[in-house]
């Protein structure tokens, strides 16, 4: 692809974005933060974005150095947002020590964001199988594989570890690592960002109280 290709598909991502939004009206407290992003996210797939599943996760170190990178959503009920990871990555003694992230989405397209602050907690082993278990069998042998974050001297070790668990759970399902699995954000704020002109932009914000959520326009 050109560099002008490109610039014309933005252009037309833009345009088919824009014509899928609207402004964000005063709430009224009857909204449901689960809801809305449910529709945000229905709406980036609509518009044809790569990945509109990507979230960057931001999660603080036990001697408080904070850390972000891009995640992928694999569910999303009342309880909360759930992801995968080795659970002896970074992230996940980060969130382990801790217990607290927080998520943003962002679809440059569509001009909107989507922040969420909540407590983290691993999926059951049996949530974390289930959802293993419909990823691609590479994806599967990989998980075994990779020891996520650390050292590597060359590809070729890697891939010489691919082979050895190709090799071992050759003929059979491959299990679930006892290194892997999900987690759960349970928010306790939402903040939906809806870009406008002169950035003048219309920002909610949702915040858990007593089992229920007060929503608010907050000025841009």
Not at 112 to 141: C, D, H, M, N, W
Request: aromatic content about 10%.
């Amino acid at each position: 692809m050109t560099p002008n290709d490109a610039q014309d598909r933005l252009r037309t991502l833009l345009e088919a974005g824009r014509a899928l939004v609207a402004e964000l009206p005063d709430p009224t407290g009857s909204e449901n933060p689960i809801e809305l992003l449910r529709t945000w996210h229905a709406t980036a797939e609509a518009a044809g974005l790569m990945l509109p599943e990507a979230m960057a996760l931001a999660t603080v170190s036990p001697d408080g150095e904070p850390s972000v990178r891009m995640v992928l959503l694999k569910g999303l009920d009342e309880s909360g947002l759930q992801f995968f990871t080795n659970y002896e990555s970074p992230k996940a003694k980060d969130l382990e020590a801790n217990g607290l992230a927080s998520l943003c989405f962002h679809w440059t397209e569509l001009e909107r964001q989507v922040r969420i602050r909540g407590s983290v907690a691993r999926l059951t082993k049996l949530e974390s199988f289930e959802y293993f278990k419909s990823r691609p069998r590479g994806s599967r042998i990989g998980a075994w594989a990779s020891q996520q974050s650390r050292p590597l001297d060359d590809r070729e070790t890697l891939l010489e570890r691919v082979h050895r668990f190709e090799t071992q759970f050759e003929g059979e399902e491959v299990p679930l690592p006892p290194h892997w699995g999900g987690y759960r954000l349970h928010p306790t704020r939402f903040e939906f960002w809806q870009g406008r002109e002169s950035r003048l932009h219309d920002r909610w914000v949702f915040h858990r109280s007593d089992g229920a959520w007060e929503v608010e326009r907050l000025q841009p």
